[in-house]
């Protein structure tokens, strides 16, 4: 039985799906203007876990991820840039997915763009209309806030609180907290709508697509902790007014940020690290295991130290795989004597790693029991006490807990060392260069360049 704390209730529950062993799960994706940063990182590696474990216990899992490709912010940014705003959602989109892969980010089914919504979009808010929970002014469509008594039970914030909305305030608006389903507006990328051309509210997307996807109702619903005021709540409202039905979402799901200096890392603060250039010096399992190694609902600090345990701890890992590995292809002398002792402690690993992730996903227990079990596996081997059955076995089970959390422990981490990485990061720095002399004309140099990484038996070929 897993136990899933909601934010809804604020307490841990047993997870029931609605739907007998079959679970419908939306995270909110990203807003596409940026290359995506390591915090960004933190909450859909956290997500992809969850989804891994609840594939492992049994459930069927389609798990469905928005794209906010329309916004101020890619507005904004198409401004200062030059580019389309639609053509630069998809460049950052096409980077968020590659830094999602290479972050083994692997459980996502479906990603839905806002852009491909807008009729679930204005049929959601034609509904809205119908009801009576929205109005509309000259400057766009609302949601009528005092026609929802329930908006704030998942922050637990008041209407007092909506300093968000009252930032900018709207005279058109009925009440202050009321927040926009359609803007109205001319120039900017704009769809036709019964209210004039215009484009959506960043709220009314998640809701018209998990209407289509899954209905009214399902069960898990996730994100960051920065989106349950306003942007849940907005959430609920639309959703619970326009269907009647409650709740909306059976279980709320958030995940900590990951902090610098006690900060939260963001765009705005500038106190980022881009995943990409992460990657350029750490292999992805380093980062991932850094993740795991705090609880997805508390905060996490970000620093290099922190981030150079995590890969020493890694190691140990794969050492013990190596190690077992040799072991298995060499003529030990087989001692059988601890078989039975060493069956049972596998056994116990694998009840205490369970019982940690079925707690709320508690990954860093998880990963404790892994290096308790390490350490008594290194013993038998030190006092050569272990048979090739036990190696197997005991190989097999860490291979088995690091596909439940994402590692790929059956690859032999020679593979990926950061060495590797490292030298890739340069190489891709050593081709910047180059092409950046090439757009000078400066072919002697770039030749130069080319012939060096050839005595290197690196090939360079321009296309
Ligand atoms: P955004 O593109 O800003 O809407 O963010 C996409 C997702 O990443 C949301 O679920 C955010 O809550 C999450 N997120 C953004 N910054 C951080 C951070 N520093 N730590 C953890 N999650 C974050």
Redesign the pocket.
């Known amino acids: 039985m897993i136990n899933l704390y909601n934010t809804l209730t604020r307490k841990k529950e047993i997870f029931k799906p609605m739907n007998g062993n079959r679970v419908k799960m939306f995270v ?4 596409v203007y940026d290359n995506s940063h390591i ?2 990182a ?2 859909y590696i956290s997500f992809d876990v969850i989804v891994r474990y609840l594939k492992y216990r049994g459930f069927t899992v389609f798990y469905l991820q928005n794209i ?1 490709d329309i916004d101020d912010k890619i507005i904004k940014r198409s401004k200062e840039s030059g580019f389309d705003p639609l053509k630069l959602a998809r460049q950052f989109e096409k980077k968020y997915q590659d830094c999602m892969k290479a972050m083994g980010v692997e459980s996502v089914n479906f990603y839905a763009r806002a852009t491909e919504h807008l009729p679930e979009i204005i049929q959601q808010i034609q509904t809205l209309l119908e009801k009576r929970f929205a109005y509309e002014t000259d400057k766009g469509v609302y949601f009528d806030e005092s026609r929802f008594p329930d908006f704030g039970k998942l922050s637990n914030r008041k209407l007092e609180d909506l300093t968000v909305h009252r930032i900018n305030p709207d005279t058109s608006k009925k009440n202050p907290g009321d927040f926009a389903l359609w803007k109205k507006r001319k120039g900017e990328p704009v769809w036709d709508s019964p209210w004039g051309p215009g484009r959506p509210g960043w709220h009314i997307e998640d809701t018209a697509i998990t209407e289509e996807y899954f209905g009214p109702q399902y069960d898990i619903h996730g ?5 349950i005021f306003p942007h849940h709540e907005a959430e609920i409202a639309q959703m619970e007014s326009a269907s009647g039905k409650k709740p909306m979402v059976s279980y709320w799901m958030h ?5 610098v200096k006690g900060e ?3 765009k705005s603060l500038g106190n980022f690290i881009t995943i990409k250039d992460l990657l350029k010096t750490h292999n992805p399992e380093v980062f991932r295991f850094f993740v795991l190694s705090t609880h997805y609902r508390s905060p996490i600090d970000f620093s290099n130290e922190i981030l150079e345990q995590s890969q020493n701890s890694l190691k140990r890992i794969y050492k013990l795989l190596e190690t077992i590995d040799e072991l298995l292809e060499s003529d030990i002398e087989e001692s059988t004597e601890n078989d039975l002792l060493c069956k049972q402690r596998v056994q116990e690993t694998e009840e205490s790693f369970l019982e940690a992730m079925d707690n709320d996903f508690n990954t860093p227990f998880a990963l404790s029991t892994i290096f308790d079990f390490i350490r008594e596996v290194n013993r038998y081997i030190n006092h050569q006490e272990i048979s090739k059955k036990s190696l197997n076995r005991s190989k097999n089970l860490i291979i088995e807990f690091g596909d439940i959390l994402g590692f790929n422990f059956s690859q032999k981490s020679s593979d990926k060392s950061s060495e590797n990485i490292v030298e890739d990061g340069l190489l891709e720095i050593i081709t910047d260069v180059r092409a950046k002399l090439r757009e000078q004309k400066d072919w002697e140099l770039s030749d130069d360049i080319r012939n060096k990484l050839k005595n290197l038996h690196i090939n360079l070929e321009d296309k």
Do not use: Y
């Open positions: 909110c994706g990203p807003t915090g960004h933190r909450t906010t994100g960051g902790l920065d989106l995940t900590g940020f990951l902090n939260k890392m963001s």
